[in-house]
């Protein structure tokens, strides 16, 4: 399974020399494994993904996390959405109020896109989710809601050895008393349970956070303490704040590193890092 | 064992955050949380008993109308919402197992997800206003 991290920064895109490194495209993330490719989230971070021909087959699935702007703002600029030859498929959490194509369709008219989703050349299928397991080719996929505002799931991708774990936007030490220290307490747990790869929200320093309570986002010291609790084999922090620069993301990791010592490896997200799992 | 559902989480995050005793079952009615207020009704405390079975936790307090008369299971609200997935309201007394007998009122509503699917139901203590 290989997995390649097209978009790292949570919220709005950044761009300027401080953010280089780590990179300033919103969420996505590019999951192939015999010839088969899942797009997880469709933030800016799309634009890079590899493109079809180089894959060489005629099928895209896009699996959205949840419907927030940073993670569907790169769709209308992808380009296979706009090749009649192309069938995509989107997989999207189901709302009790309105369809996917509903949700969806908001994003892709006017006036904040020109293009309606039913005037877009390629064959869309949509696909709604919640608390549900589908394959796609090789992949068996695990989704279930997670703490976040609005519908919004985690994802658990298993390979034909590895599992690979997406949750971009999450906030599972919503409570008094931070994360939970029984496992049943703890919204997403299940989907990173002794997984080989965790990516994790973690948006946020220990003093940030406590200023955004209840805005669905974690601290890193949250992330590694549920990446710890699931039992992960190694913890990707990622959903950058867009007011950090390279700078001061590399001084909060070695923060937290000095202060937490885990037996796993966790370290920052970087766009377009690479990542093979058996 | 699997994680409850968020909906389920978020319900006991609400819970801790709350002066008034919140019970919350599971569908099938087994006591999965209740939160320090409501360890005072009980007499007991959540980290010491964990998950309750409905058939041990309906023993603890003794349900009666204003005669005295001891209500049965299906005339609570906590009981009708497991039974029905609907929201329910009674003020009643119940008497602890220490003997002592109190005159509140419970509101019980179903968790209903984002599936509508019953997932449980929460059951409200309050100390009676009522004359």
């Known amino acids: 399974m290989k997995i390649t991290i097209r978009g790292v920064r949570g919220s709005i895109p950044t761009s300027s020399p401080e953010f280089k490194y780590y990179g300033g495209n919103t969420s996505c993330c590019e999951v192939v494994e015999d010839g088969y490719r899942l797009l997880l989230d469709g933030g800016s971070g799309i634009c890079n993904a590899t493109t079809d021909q180089q894959m060489g087959n005629k099928r895209i699935d896009i699996l959205l996390t949840h419907l927030h702007l940073d993670h569907i703002q790169g769709l209308g600029f992808f380009k296979p959405l706009f090749e009649p030859d192309i069938e995509v498929h989107i997989w999207g959490p189901d709302s009790s109020t309105q369809s996917l194509h509903s949700r969806l369709s908001r994003y892709f008219s006017p006036p904040l896109f020109p293009v309606h989703i039913r005037e877009l050349p390629c064959k869309i299928i949509l696909h709604e989710i919640e608390n549900s397991v589908f394959k796609i080719g090789p992949f068996t996929i695990n989704s279930r809601y997670v703490i976040h505002p609005g519908p919004t799931v985690g994802f658990r991708v298993a390979g034909r050895q590895s599992v690979f774990t997406y949750i971009p936007d999450h906030e599972p030490a919503l409570s008094l008393n931070g994360l939970p220290t029984d496992r049943k307490w703890i919204s997403?747990?299940?989907?990173?349970?002794?997984?080989?790869?965790?990516?994790?929200?973690?948006?946020?320093?220990?003093?940030?956070?406590?200023?955004?309570?209840?805005?669905?986002?974690?601290?890193?010291?949250?992330?590694?303490?549920?990446?710890?609790?699931?039992?992960?084999?190694?913890?990707?922090?990622?959903?950058?704040?867009?007011?950090?620069?390279?700078?001061?993301?590399?001084?909060?990791?070695?923060?937290?590193?000095?202060?937490?010592?885990?037996?796993?490896?966790?370290?920052?997200?970087?766009?377009n890092m690479q990542i093979n799992l058996p | 064992m699997p994680a409850y559902e968020i909906e389920i989480i978020l319900n006991r995050q609400l819970a801790d955050c709350l002066s008034i005793p919140v019970f919350i079952t599971d569908r099938i009615g087994t006591l999965i949380y209740y939160n320090e207020p409501a360890e005072k009704i009980l007499g007991r405390r959540y980290e010491d008993t964990g998950e309750m079975p409905s058939n041990v936790w309906a023993t603890i307090f003794k349900p009666m109308d204003e005669l005295g008369n001891t209500l049965l299971p299906d005339e609570l609200p906590l009981v009708k919402t497991l039974q029905n997935c609907n929201p329910h309201h009674k003020t009643f007394w119940i008497e602890s197992l220490q003997g002592k007998v109190e005159k509140i009122s419970v509101t019980s509503y179903p968790i209903l997800g984002r599936s509508s699917k019953f997932l449980g139901a929460v059951a409200l203590f309050w100390e009676s206003l009522d004359e």
Do not use: C
């Not at chain 1, 989907?191 to 946020?204: K, R």
């Not at chain 1, 209840?214 to 601290?219: A, P």
């Not at chain 1, 992330?223 to 990707?236: C, I, P, Q």
């Open chain 1, 188 to 271: 997403g747990i299940d989907l990173a349970a002794d997984t080989d790869l965790l990516l994790h929200d973690a948006q946020y320093n220990l003093e940030e956070y406590k200023k955004k309570i209840g805005w669905g986002h974690s601290s890193m010291d949250d992330a590694v303490l549920f990446a710890s609790m699931a039992g992960a084999k190694r913890l990707l922090l990622s959903h950058h704040d867009p007011s950090h620069t390279d700078v001061q993301l590399n001084e909060m990791l070695a923060e937290l590193k000095a202060r937490k010592n885990y037996t796993f490896t966790y370290e920052m997200a970087v766009e």
